[in-house]
């Protein structure tokens, strides 16, 4: 495994890359155009159609695909423990990082997000969701100041879930995810209104992709890519 503190990071601004149907709508030869400029950061199944440029992968227990190394950093993060989940989920699959989320207290409960996105806590509390146990609190320990998103989508209508692939492939994978509990779509577009107010006050520039298909805080800027 390797230390947070051994990355050397330069560039200070990030694309990241969701599971979500808007990830259709950008055109990949713009993402490694922009991959000069933004690390690029892929989420799961997105990792596929971008691995040549992606910096850092991430993954949990859920929809698992195994995820053949390229270049990118890959990075792990679940509430089953490293031996457990290697045993029955993720065999062989190389991680770089692994973080287990042991605090059952979830991010809209957060008072103090200082506490939620300190280093020495990462990736140990829970979202719902990759995007805020993990990939968010990531970023924002790298030090990076513009983030843009593109399938971080979410739905407005509870227990509903869409992604950029079918569902029955989705049923496929390893340890398919449940629908979203009741309420879980609502908290987690209140939960990014959350996230836009503290980057906001740490100067970061959060905005996510110009789509219909994207449901997330009408505080976060919509952007083309």
């Known amino acids: 495994m390797l230390k947070f503190e051994d990355l050397k990071i330069k560039k200070n601004k990030c694309i990241i890359l969701a599971c979500g149907p808007s990830l259709k709508e950008i055109d990949p030869n713009k993402i490694k155009k922009m991959s000069e400029e933004y690390l690029i950061v892929t989420i799961k199944q997105s990792y596929f159609q971008f691995q040549d440029v992606s910096d850092f992968h991430f993954f949990n227990c859920n929809n698992f695909i195994k995820y053949k190394r390229n270049k990118a950093k890959i990075i792990c993060c679940s509430s089953v423990p490293l031996e457990y989940g290697k045993k029955t989920i993720w065999g062989d699959q190389e991680i770089d990082f692994f973080y287990q989320i042991t605090n059952p207290k979830k991010f809209s409960e957060f008072s103090n997000l200082n506490d939620y996105f300190d280093k020495a806590r990462l990736g140990s509390s829970r979202g719902p969701g990759i995007m805020f146990e993990i990939v968010m609190p990531f970023v924002f320990n790298l030090g990076i100041k513009e983030i843009i998103t593109a399938g971080w989508d979410y739905h407005n209508k509870e227990g509903h879930v869409e992604h950029f692939y079918n ?40 905005k996510c992709l110009k789509s219909d298909k994207c449901f997330l805080d009408d505080s976060i800027e919509r952007c083309s890519i």
């Open 167 to 206: 569902e029955v492939k989705r049923k496929k994978m390893k340890n398919p995810a449940n629908l979203p509990y009741n309420g879980e779509n609502l908290e987690s577009i209140e939960n990014s209104k959350k996230l836009k107010s503290y980057f906001d006050e740490h100067k970061i520039s959060l």
